[in-house]
C-alpha cells in the first residue's frame, strides 16, 4: 500500500513538472499562421483574428504579390472612357504596392450617398474620442424622415434605434433617414459637423462656404477613394471599427456598377451615389481578390443610369481581369 501511495506521489510531481515546463516554453508564443496551396490564409483560433476586411499587413506578416507594370491596363481604361460622350472618372490603386491610375479623379462631381462613408467614420471617431456611445438609443423625428432613399422612414416618427444601429441601416441600404438622424445624434452631443475632421484628414480642399457653414456638395475620386485606404489601413478610426464599417458596406445590395465587374463570391466593400437630377453615378471600394486586393472607383455623370452603370462596370471588369492574369 506504501509502495502504491510513493508511486503516486511521484506520478503527481513528474506530471506538475511537464505542465510547468510546457507553460515556460509556449508563454508569449504568436499563434500559428499558414499559407496554404490556394493563397488563403489558415490561422490559429487563438489568434481570434475577426478583422478580414482591413490591410492584412495591420493583422500578420503576410507576404505580398506584386504588381509594377499597369500600363496596359491604364491604355484600357482610356479606351473605355473616351468611347463614352458624358464626363467620366476612373481611380484605381492596387493595394500590395501602392501602384495607381487615375483618370480624372480629381474632377468634382455630385458627392450625393458616398458622403455616408466619411460620416460613418466621423461617429466611431467621436465614440473612440469618448464624446459619444454609439450604444445609445436616439428617437426618430419628423426632421429625420426622408423617403428619398431607404425604408427606414416608413417606421415613422417614435421609433428608438442605437445610434451603431442607424449607422448600419445607412450604410447598408444607403438610408437617408438613418443618415439624418446619425447627424443629429452628433448635434446632440455638441457636434455640429461631424464630417469637418474626416475631410480635413482626407484632404478635403473643396468645401462649399454657404451662410459660413460648410456644405459637402461636391467630391472627387481622389478623396473619396482616401476614406477607403484609411478604413483598409485602420489609420483613421481603429482596426474594429475600420472592420465594422467595412462589414457594412460589403453587405450592400447595390451590385450594378463595381460588383458588376468581378466574378460572384468576390467581397467588395462599397459606397454608390446617386443623383439622378444631375444624372450623376458613382461607386467607390475595395475589391477582396485574395493576396490582391485593390481599390477600384469610378464615377459618370451627364447620362442615363443605364449608360452609367454599364460604363462603370465595364472599367470594372477591366481591373480584374488585369489583376487576376499578371
Not at 473605355?80 to 504596392?97: E, G, P, V, W
Not at 423617403?147 to 416618427?157: A, H, I, P, R, S
Not at 467588395?268 to 450623376?280: M, P, R, T
Amino acid at each position: 500500500m506504501k509502495k502504491i501511495i510513493i508511486i503516486q506521489i511521484v506520478l503527481t510531481i513528474l506530471l506538475v513538472a511537464l505542465f510547468f515546463a510546457y507553460t515556460r516554453k509556449t508563454a508569449g508564443k504568436q499563434p500559428t499562421v499558414t499559407i496554404v496551396s490556394d493563397n488563403s490564409l489558415v490561422m490559429d483560433k487563438s489568434n481570434n483574428d475577426n478583422f478580414t476586411l482591413v490591410n492584412p499587413a495591420v493583422r500578420v506578416n503576410l507576404g505580398k504579390h506584386y504588381i509594377i507594370n499597369f500600363k496596359d491596363l491604364r491604355e484600357s481604361l482610356v479606351n473605355i472612357k473616351d468611347k463614352r460622350s458624358q464626363k467620366t472618372f476612373i481611380y484605381f490603386a492596387y493595394l500590395n504596392n501602392s501602384s495607381w491610375i487615375g483618370l480624372d479623379e480629381k474632377e468634382l462631381f455630385p458627392a450625393a450617398s458616398t458622403v455616408k462613408v466619411p460620416l460613418a467614420m466621423a461617429l466611431y471617431h467621436l465614440q473612440e474620442q469618448g464624446k459619444i456611445n454609439l450604444s445609445q438609443t436616439y428617437t426618430l423625428t419628423d426632421l429625420d424622415l426622408d423617403e428619398n432613399f431607404g425604408d427606414l422612414y416608413k417606421v415613422g416618427t417614435d421609433q428608438s434605434l442605437t445610434v451603431e444601429e442607424l449607422i448600419g441601416i445607412m450604410l447598408k441600404y444607403s438610408d437617408n433617414t438613418a443618415m439624418k438622424a446619425v447627424i443629429s445624434a452628433a448635434e446632440l452631443v455638441g457636434v455640429d459637423d461631424p464630417l469637418k475632421g474626416v475631410y480635413s484628414a482626407m484632404g478635403w480642399e473643396y468645401a462649399e462656404i454657404s451662410s459660413d457653414k460648410v456644405t459637402y456638395i461636391d467630391i472627387n475620386l481622389k478623396t473619396l477613394s482616401n476614406m477607403f485606404i484609411a478604413l483598409y489601413n485602420a489609420s483613421y478610426v481603429n482596426i474594429e471599427h475600420s472592420q465594422k464599417i467595412l462589414n457594412y458596406l460589403a453587405e450592400t445590395d447595390f451590385n450594378d456598377m463595381v460588383v458588376a465587374g468581378v466574378p460572384e463570391g468576390i467581397t467588395v466593400s462599397h459606397k454608390i451615389g446617386v443623383n439622378d437630377l444631375e444624372l450623376a453615378y458613382s461607386d467607390c471600394g475595395i475589391v477582396y481578390v485574395p493576396n490582391r486586393s485593390y481599390l477600384m472607383c469610378a464615377g459618370s455623370v451627364g447620362t442615363t443610369p443605364e449608360e452609367a452603370h454599364k460604363f462603370i462596370a465595364e472599367a470594372s471588369r477591366a481591373v480584374y481581369e488585369y489583376v487576376i492574369k499578371n
